[in-house]
């Protein structure tokens, strides 16, 4: 039998962490802020929105949001976000995705500043991370996974990792990082024939589709580490990618949903924050 990791625990401690962070900013005259665009009528993006709004406030960051509605063009939202761009009082900007149908998301990305792109999404952001350049932001659910990965103490090198899921967002950035960090990594997709032949060979299992409990415990091999990024809304309840409960019980560690990877992607965005805050302000770490 394994078990649940606690992933409000390591939230916990590493919010610490970053509020110490922010202190030491402000003690210096330098407050981060962060600039978020909503642009969508999904309610769980504007769920999304609201507890970045709240962590941003329990972490003294500033925070200013531009709710946009239908009529918004690709071009308004794009003269918003060059705007913010020389803004020097903003550190980071933020859209949140997906936006209105009609607006072309790739034109509204590349519009953020390489140097403000706390969300990770820009091309040149995840260039630099596919060739392993340190100097880059890193997409903020895999930031997250990591954080968890690395907290509960996981060994890499020599391990064979499956990502299900090969998202601009998710699955492809968090197999680069894994493969970074000397994993041997497969990526598994719509297209992928019998999901099931890989998983079962993984040490490492991170699933990123978006289908209700779509890896069952027949799926995973024992001893495994399991990471469920899935969030569903099924019947007024969310559910994780991963039958959790029954997986529990072949897995070692797997992160349950709600109160997992879900947590720790908010945590990574405003770490990004400040770190666009010290890059920009020339603060180097101590
Ligand atoms: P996405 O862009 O829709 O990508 C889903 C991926 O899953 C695609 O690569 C797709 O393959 C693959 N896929 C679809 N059906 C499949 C199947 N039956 N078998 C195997 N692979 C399949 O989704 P996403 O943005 O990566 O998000 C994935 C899930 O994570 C969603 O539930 C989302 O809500 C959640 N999420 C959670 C967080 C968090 O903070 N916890 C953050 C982001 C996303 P193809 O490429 O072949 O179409």
Redesign the pocket.
Known sequence: MGEKINVKEIVKKKKEELKNEVDKLKAKGVAPKLAVILASDDPASQIYVGKKRKMCEEMGILQEEYILDTTTTTQEIVAIIEKLNKDKSVNGILVQLPLYKHIDMDEVLDSISEKKDVDGFHPLTLGKLFIGEKETFIPC?PK?IMTILDDIGTQYVGKHAVV????R???KPISQILLKRGATVTI?????DD?SKYSKMADILIV????PH?VTKEMVKPDSIVVD????RVDGKILG?VDTDEVVNVASKITPVPGG??LT?VLSLLENVVQATKEQNNIVNE
């Not at 299900?164 to 998202?167: F, L, Q, V």
């Not at 990123?208 to 289908?211: E, M, P, Y």
């Not at 990024?229 to 569903?232: A, E, L, P, S």
């Open positions: 659910t997250g299900i899921g090969r998202s967002i998710v699955g598994c997709h719509s297209k992928t999901i990123a589709v978006g289908k779509i990024v899935g969030i569903n990618d990877v879900g992607t």
